[in-house]
């Protein structure tokens, strides 16, 4: 019965606003840099963000990109994403970044550590900032 009172009152918030996606479970309000791929250090810049419920956007190493984020959390998924279509010396890694990111299912948020896996063992961990 306690259980069930918590899990009430912890849902309740976002019950009200209709928002079960990421965002509303702690990613939002933060930009979220990438540090791994697949427990290998990502070297180049790539962030991620949250601006408003149902919505992702972000920057490669290269471009900027924008898409749609409304799976209900704790599962993750994109959908298209809109990307600029600049070139740089790190195109691969974006590429990289850009397909890690639309393959992820799965998501989980602890505080400034986001973590985004799938089912195949893939992985992204993303450390939050202000």
Do not use: H
Not at 11 to 23: H, K, N, V
Not at 93 to 100: G, H, V
């Amino acid at each position: 019965m306690l259980r069930a009172a918590l899990i009430t009152s912890l849902l309740l918030p976002t019950a009200c606003t209709g928002d079960e996606s990421l965002s509303a479970y702690g990613a939002a309000g933060k930009e979220w840099k990438l540090q791994s791929i697949d427990g290998a250090a990502f070297a180049a810049a790539a962030t991620l963000t949250f601006p408003e419920p149902g919505k992702i956007a972000g920057r490669g190493p290269c471009n900027n990109f924008l898409g749609r984020q409304t799976a209900p959390y704790p599962w993750f998924e994109t959908g298209p994403l809109a990307v600029t279509r600049m070139a740089c010396p790190e195109l691969e890694a974006e590429d990289a970044f850009l397909k890690a990111l639309q393959e992820m299912t799965l998501a989980e948020v602890s505080g400034d550590v986001l973590i985004l896996s799938n089912e195949a063992g893939r992985e992204m961990l993303f450390k939050g900032g202000g």
